[in-house]
């Protein structure tokens, strides 16, 4: 009976459970809310005449747009991945030929079927999702090193190259149009600001397109930076003219005043973009301080403030691009130190990954819209546009590069030059600002359109496809895959110290000096914010060193653990086990013990805090202003000493009590070279010889001097011309003993070196008395 009693409460349930589930789907479902077919009663309860309930259902509207997106990044993820399964196809000809070859197939067969091909490339679509994936992955594995040192030479092909560019092309394209033959009664409407304007449009090179094509040839550091450097920091010209040439051309007129403001406009757009990225990248860098307990999140904070970056900048009509790098480029070494080693590989393969999708469905879409799109082919215009964006690129890599090379040590030579002109490659960027553009103010929209599409193609697969024979026919230099090591990095900064130390003695502030200061204040203030625990007081070799260790582990456990590291690695010993190298006999186990936490962390704190100690800064000096420092050390002491030297002078003056010579004979002048004497003084003669006594603070000089006559009369004008003396009363010759004469020859030798210039030949001396 209890069983009876269970079945029942079942049946009962499974019945209530599907009439939920029966009613729901018929208040839910589009298709029978649509037609009303099935409703429900007032009572709950349902008839058997109604129809019958749905086991399959077509309802593709709902899911139509995500759908077709997943589709297409599908279809562009296989054509990536099977061009390089094709053998020596990936070689010839680029990916992005390849992709926009594809592009143009999908968009033949879908207008062969007669349907509509829809906008893939829509504007908001191309700025709004597929650019800024491929902007933040240049931006964030931006290297910094080269960029900021070629910064100089980027910035004068960006701006000077850009402008001459948009001038060069739309001057002498508008001259083109007004020649006015009847082929081109079409082109004499176009104005000047109509083709300057699609002049400003057709001279920025894409970082798309240069990425797509510079990575394959593996083209040298210094011409990647410097092609790829333009390509990043011409959006702001590029923004700028746009803007500038779109008003003017919808008003019709120009004034000085406009003029004026588009100028400054230019400033306020590069400036003000880089400004939000930076900003946006501070508050990237303050968060991540924060994310210790929360690991998932740490790459969403990264991703979240460089689009709000991005999209900022957007809204007051300011450089997105510039923001973008500025944000990637300013957070990632505080994010590093603060986030995990998880979040770091999230970050660099989510970012890999998206950034290649949106390169892929780019070039794809550039393809279908070439198909889908309306054109209208004018030979003349489009010729003249190939020709002229050619021309003026080559002009203008050369003539600035004549310019640069004054002011460069390294120069770019001949080659260098033809690869920076040859790499300037157009892309979807000038695309999408020509289908921006208004068909109702620009009734000239469609020629536009295809004679960028021309220039797009042309600069792909002409040069594209081209530049990779060329660079191994001219034998440029390849770029180096080497791991940094550690010998390398102390070699790095020690050149740095170097120079920048020669810079400070020379008196001169080159970029060396400011990048120092800019390191200091780094290091004092804004690690100290940005950074969380003991990394923001991490020296940079330290953390260099931690860094390649994290790398030498994954290596070791992807290889196996067991496995022999390979040669290329470079070879870091790490505190915790150090272990002594084998020998080829047979020893007893020899292993350095293991230290202890508290014994590592106290080692770890001495090299943080003496093994990057730099020098404390006094004040810049040259040889021309050389000046002693007040407050260096031992001066105190010179003066001191100088002061002692006055007042010994002034003593030796005051106890000059001799009244015979006076203080400026050479008697005195010897007296003072000699020693530095207390005393003067006159004590009465014993036996008639008179005395004087002179007090002496050398050791070597006697106590008293007597003064005999050692002078006769024969030889007084001989003597007397030599100097001045100090006769005593002569005495009668008859009266002296040997004993006596020998005493006055000692007495004499003691006199002369006090009152003599010097010794005479004559005489036999022993040797100076004076030192």
Known sequence: KGKKTLFQHLVFLEGSVFTVAVASSDQHSPITAHSGSHKATDHGSHNNTGKAFPVLDLNYENVRVPFEISLWVLLASLMKLGFHLVPHLSNIVPESCLLIVV???????????????????????????????????????????????????????????????????????????QIGTESSSIL??????????????????????????FEEIHINELLHILVFGESLLNDA???????????????????????????????????????????????????????SHTRVIEPLFVFLYSYMAYLSAEIFHLSGIMALIACGAVMRPYVEANISHKSHTTIKYFLKMWSSVSETLIFIFLGVATVAGPHD??????????????????????????????????????????IIAYGGLRGAIAFSLGFLLNKEHFPEREIFLTAIITVIFFTVFVQGMTIKPLVELLAVKKKQEAKRSINEEIHTQFLDHLLTGIEDICGHYGHHHWKDKLNRFNKKYVKK???AGERSKEPQLIAFYHKMEMKQAIQLVESGGGIKMPSAVPSTVSMQNIQPRPSTKPAPERAIPQLSKNKEEEIRKIL??????????????????????????GLSDLFLKKQKMFQIEKKMNTYLTVPAPPPDSPTMCRARLASDPQAYSIK????????????????????????????????QQEEEEQG??????????????????????????????????????????????LP
């Open 188 to 213: 004499s409407r176009i104005g000047l600001l109509q083709c300057l304007l699609f002049g400003s449009i057709i001279s920025a090179v894409d970082p798309v397109a240069v990425l797509a094509v």
């Open 724 to 769: 001045l003396m100090m006769k005593p009363p002569s005495r009668p010759r008859e009266a002296k003993k040997p004993s006596e004469e020998d005493e006055a020859k000692d007495q004499q030798r003691l006199m002369r070196c006090l009152s003599d210039p010097g010794p005479s030949a004559d005489e036999d001396e022993d040797g100076a008395f």
């Open 529 to 531: 914010c940005l950074i």
């Open 377 to 418: 082919w004018n030979w003349t215009f489009v010729t003249v546009t190939v020709i002229l964006c050619l021309v003026a690129r080559v002009i203008g890599v050369v003539g600035l590069t004549f310019i640069i090379n004054k002011f460069r040590i390294v120069k770019l030579t001949t080659k260098d030059q033809f």
């Open 684 to 715: 009465p003669a014993s036996n008639k010889v008179p005395m004087i006594q002179v007090d002496l603070a050398s050791p070597q000089s006697p106590d008293s001097v007597n003064l005999l006559d050692e002078f006769g009369q024969a030889n």
């Open 237 to 291: 010209v590029t923004v700028v003219l746009y803007h500038l040439f779109e008003e003017f051309s919808g008003i019709g007129s120009v004034t000085l005043l406009k003029g004026f403001l588009g100028v400054i406009s230019f400033f306020v757009v590069a400036l003000g973009g880089v400004l939000v990225g930076v900003l946006y990248g501070i508050l990237a860098a303050f968060t991540s301080r924060f994310t």
């Open 608 to 633: 943080r805090t003496n093994l990057q100690r730099t020098r404390q800064r006094l004040r810049s000096y040259n040889r021309h202003t050389l000046v002693a420092d007040p407050y260096e050390d």
């Open 103 to 177: 592009g143009l197939l999908v968009g033949g067969i879908i207008r062969g079927t007669g349907e509509t091909v829809p906008p893939v490339l829509d504007s908001k679509l191309f700025f709004y999702i597929l650019l800024p994936p491929i902007i933040l992955d240049a931006g964030y594995f931006l290297p910094i090193r080269p960029f900021m040192e070629n910064l100089g030479t980027i910035l004068i092909f960006a701006v000077v190259g850009t402008l001459w560019n948009a001038f060069f092309v739309g001057g002498l394209l508008y001259g083109v149009c």
